[in-house]
């Protein structure tokens, strides 16, 4: 896969770290993201995953190091960090008892759309994923992989530069995990970058790059194909298992 | 006799409303390593409770260790062990303390039972003062697993036991399960992920709580119909979409750093067919083998010719 | 039996791990205690008081300038009929009233004794009795100036005390019960109830199902450890009430134990009933604080009369077991009576109590669903 022109960075950290106590969580990560880039973020349980992603989206402030996320330092300015990602995760997406529409309306609105934008968005949205006859049924109701890739749409409604996934397929089948990864790069190829944790070593091949951290260091960044070449494997799932096989912490 | 045997089992939720097993039937030999295959909504869990006796089937029987799950389930709670897919240990109480408490409520003592869980209680064993809330996720896994062998079960029921583990933690709790076989315990255990499947001896597959096949692995992937293609370019989103809009292909879906193609009825030179088109499309660096499908792609395959599935329908 | 034990020593294991608990069990009725006990004693200052003269002489004119020589009370104009008064009463412009018969002065020359009422607004129960305090003092006061003055024949002024509203006095020490009730509620109904479905929340209720271990014994299991830590707070309240705010047990000791066991297991099936119908911990708690605590506040009769209560709700308090428990303790502990008097109450509660346990059992599930 070619990786998209470097024209811009939506990420940029240099030694970023987060110290709790005597632990620490993440330590001195060195990457950079281009803008429209499919960036997978690997790890093993406890490697820090988590702690690195909630800095870049604004929700802890790191312990020392620099980072800019779509152009905003991530100590000073970060409301408008907010403001130009999406965030999804496998755990939290959407509102159960809200109908799809209520859903797409209620983060439409919170991301400031005014009504006209939101629907054409919320018909876009709904056309795109052939949930017409669904649209005001309960989202409890609907089957997960449906779920995630409705969230996956209302994460990035408001057209962010960068948008956080947190194993966002985990459970899901495999069908319908290959139709969200369509339209992770229809969002690529619309420009909006993709930063993607996930468990599925097959999945760490549809990116453009991936790292791979273990004990809170990033221990390898490269494209899949290089790093096969790198650690003369197969596939990515050895590449990991060689790397992840050493760590000396869990979560 | 089965050490487990399902017949005709149906359940529901919601008044009938939620269809969750639809009429599955199935047998697990003593001895044997089962596995449920299948994504979230698959129907696994609700299996697993049923034969646990922790739900009641709306139809049809089922046994474990011949008794049956709605007359003698207390003959069946005191010989099989069970791992339900959330983390179930008390958070607050030691490993010791976690160990020593199931090992009493089942009746018996660590050391009774000890060389059945020595080999996995070892790599605990030095947190062992250490609070289970505090533990790594691999290590709670292990924890668990101990306290659910501790009264040496007939059958074992794992729930997902390597859902949110990373690569590494799952393999070694793999060749965990490899080991526990040979002690001669009947193991079912469930997973969403396809590519351990190839660890059991025979597996479910499963989907919208109906089984769409049951068999070895070995044996479900030469059902595969037909052959399969991986294929490779420089530009790989354009190929896909290129791909679906072959008219030959009648599936392509990316796997891995490749596309893989199936035909609608095969002929000797597929191959060369798909290279004509490709290299028309101006598609450089094309990469064309035949390859052994896996057990996801006869999943994928077995899905998308389900009609009943109508949420799968999309990898053309 | 080793299993159950075993069993029993993990709650207490869970319950003396959790530093929250540990706060509701014991911290919670220890600051209830001392925060009524201070407002009973809490200083009264400014306290509007009516003076209805219908003597208007000497001795009437001399106390109510006293009166007025005090910081704590502020002399309402002087009203001149008692329908004057309780209108004053209702408006709650005065917290009580002062009444000189017509012939205060002469009665109390000629006889020696002189007669006067106090009428206090009781709705305040522990306001009311400091206000009638601190005015019979005066009077005191008063009385002694005349007989230092008179000869050998000493006068009597001899206060008459009316309590409006609520004649009983709800609420003085009777908080003692009422705080009784309400801890045992948290303690039996909430904390079983939590302690119960966190384990169906953390999974472990699965495992514990699919074990030989009787599903009726996990109920027992969680139930005794509740039980004791219940008679525990218990025993911290009467020790509380009895060194800290100096209220004596007038009843039998054993009596209240026996009463109050019957209460906790009452409680106790309730808190296995709402975890029978709730899967999580915050509905769980939820469920017993609205559907356990508020009535046990509203209908035991300890924070509001029970006499103020509209006519269509008249009925509840009779279904609510708290209210029974306070009547038992309030009788034995502050009236000092004996079984004779209560035997009535405690049938009714254990009454209660055994349908409340039938019914929770019966409820119980053996399986997930």
């Not at chain 2, 034969?51 to 709605?70: E, Q």
């Not at chain 3, 400014?46 to 002489?57: E, H, L, P, Q």
């Not at chain 3, 009535?295 to 509001?304: I, N, Q």
Request: proline share 4%; hydrophobic share 45%.
């Amino acid at each position: 896969m070619q990786p998209p022109p470097a024209s811009a960075q939506a990420i940029v950290c240099h030694e970023l770290t987060k110290q709790f106590g005597d632990f620490r969580a993440v330590d001195k990560i060195t990457l950079s993201v281009a803008q429209g880039e499919i960036f997978g973020f690997l790890g093993a349980n406890g490697a820090g995953k988590t702690t690195a992603m909630r800095m870049l989206c604004g929700l802890s402030y790191p312990s020392a190091g620099q980072a800019t996320v779509a152009g905003f330092d991530v100590y000073r300015q970060q409301e408008k960090i907010k403001q130009n990602i999406g965030y999804m995760s496998q755990k939290f997406s959407l509102y159960e008892n809200l109908t799809i529409l209520e859903n797409i309306e209620f983060f439409g609105g919170i991301y400031g759309l005014s009504n006209q934008q939101l629907r054409a968005k919320s018909e876009e949205l709904i056309t795109t994923l052939g949930l017409h006859k669904e649209a005001k049924k309960l989202v409890g109701s609907l089957p997960l992989g449906w779920k995630q890739k409705l969230a996956f749409s209302v994460a990035i409604i408001h057209e962010p530069k960068i948008v956080f996934l947190d194993e966002p397929t985990g459970g899901v089948d495999p069908v319908t995990r290959r139709q969200f990864w369509d339209l992770i790069y229809a969002a690529a190829d619309r420009g909006i970058t993709n930063f993607v944790t996930t468990h599925y070593m097959d999945e760490a091949e549809y990116c453009n790059r991936v790292s791979i951290m273990v004990d809170g260091r990033v221990e390898a960044l490269d494209s899949p194909a290089n790093l096969k070449l790198q650690y003369h494997a197969d596939s990515m799932d050895e590449v990991f298992y060689q790397l992840a096989r050493g760590a000396q912490r869990g979560e | 006799m089965g050490a487990v045997t399902l017949q005709n089992i149906r359940k529901t939720y919601e008044k009938g409303t939620v269809l969750a097993v639809d009429d599955v039937s199935f047998t697990v030999e003593p001895g044997e390593l089962f596995g449920l295959i299948g994504p979230d909504g698959a129907g696994k869990t609700s299996i697993f409770r049923i034969l646990t006796t922790l739900l009641l089937a709306d139809s049809g029987t089922a046994t474990v260790d011949g008794h049956d799950v709605r007359k003698d389930y207390r003959a069946i709670r005191s010989t099989v062990g069970y791992m339900p897919g959330k983390f179930s240990l008390y958070q607050d109480l030691t490993v010791e303390e976690n160990l020593s408490f199931f090992a009493t409520l089942f009746e018996t003592t660590i050391a009774a039972n000890y060389d059945l869980i020595k080999e996995i209680y070892e790599q605990i064993e030095p947190f062992k003062t250490r609070r289970a809330g505090q533990l790594s996720g691999g290590m709670k896994q292990k924890l668990a697993l101990c306290c659910a062998l501790i009264h040496k079960p007939t059958v074992l029921f794992l729930d997902e036991p390597t859902t949110g583990v990373d690569a590494v933690s799952r393999k070694e709790f793999w060749d965990m399960l490899g080991r526990l076989k040979q002690q001669g315990i009947t193991i079912l255990v469930s997973t969403p992920y396809m590519d351990e499947a190839t660890r059991c001896e025979r597996i479910a597959l499963m989907q919208s709580g109906k089984i769409l096949s049951i068999d070895t692995p070995a044996n479900i992937i030469k059902a595969y119909p037909g052959k399969l293609y991986a294929v490779k370019a420089d530009a790989m989103h354009p190929l896909l979409h290129h791909l679906r809009a072959y008219p030959a292909a009648r599936s392509s879906y990316a796997f891995g750093e490749f596309v893989h193609v199936a035909f609608w009825d095969d002929q000797a030179d597929d191959d060369e067919a798909l290279r004509q088109y490709l290299a028309g499309k101006k598609h450089t660096g094309i990469v064309i083998k035949p390859i052994t499908p896996s057990i996801e792609d006869r999943f994928i395959d077995l899905m998308t010719a389900a009609p009943a599935n109508a949420h799968a329908t999309a990898t053309r | 039996m080793k299993q159950l034990l075993v069993f029993i020593r993990k709650e207490f294991y869970h319950v003396f791990r959790d530093r929250r608990t540990l706060l509701i069990l014991f911290g919670l009725p220890t600051v209830q205690i001392l925060l009524f006990g201070f407002a009973l004693s809490s200083e009264v200052k400014d306290i509007n008081i009516a003076v209805v003269d219908f003597a208007r002489d000497n001795a009437s004119q001399q106390l109510i300038s006293k009166l007025q020589g005090s910081t704590r009370f502020r002399l309402q104009r002087a009203v001149l009929s008692y329908p004057e008064m309780e209108t004053a009463f209702r408006r709650n412009t005065i917290k009580a009233a002062l009444v000189f018969p017509a012939n205060f002065n002469v009665d109390l020359l000629h006889t020696g004794h002189g007669q006067l009422q106090i009428i206090a607004d009781a709705s305040d129960p522990n306001t009311a009795t400091t206000i009638t305090n601190y005015l019979t003092a005066i009077i005191g006061d008063y009385q002694q100036e005349l007989n230092q003055a008179a000869g050998p024949l000493p006068y009597q002024i001899i206060p008459e005390t009316r309590m409006l509203y609520n004649p009983d006095m709800n609420g003085s020490l009777n908080f003692i019960p009422g705080v009784l009730a309400l801890v045992l509620m948290i303690v039996c109904t909430t904390l079983t109830s939590v302690a119960i479905v966190r384990e169906k929340e953390l999974g472990t209720m699965e495992v514990l199902l699919v074990s030989p271990f009787r599903p009726l014994l996990v109920l027992i299991a969680k139930a005794v450890p509740y039980l004791v830590l219940s008679l525990l707070d218990f025993t911290l309240i009467l020790l509380l009430s009895v060194f800290v705010l100096d209220v004596a047990v007038r009843g039998s000791v054993l009596l209240l134990y026996l009463e109050t066991t019957v209460f906790i297991i009452a409680c106790l099936s309730l808190g296995l009933l709402i975890s029978n119908v709730t899967s999580t911990q915050q509905m769980a708690m939820l469920l017993s604080m609205m559907g356990m605590m508020l009535p046990t506040l509203l209908f035991t009769g300890y924070m509001f009369p029970l006499e103020n209560l509209p006519v269509f709700l008249r009925w509840a308090p009779n279904v609510v077991p708290a209210h029974w428990y306070y009547l038992i303790v309030k009788a034995v502990m502050l009236k000092g009576l004996g079984f004779g008097a209560i035997w009535k109450e405690t049938l009714i509660l254990a009454g209660m109590s055994v349908a409340l346990l039938g019914i929770s059992l019966r409820n119980f599930n053996i399986r997930l669903a």
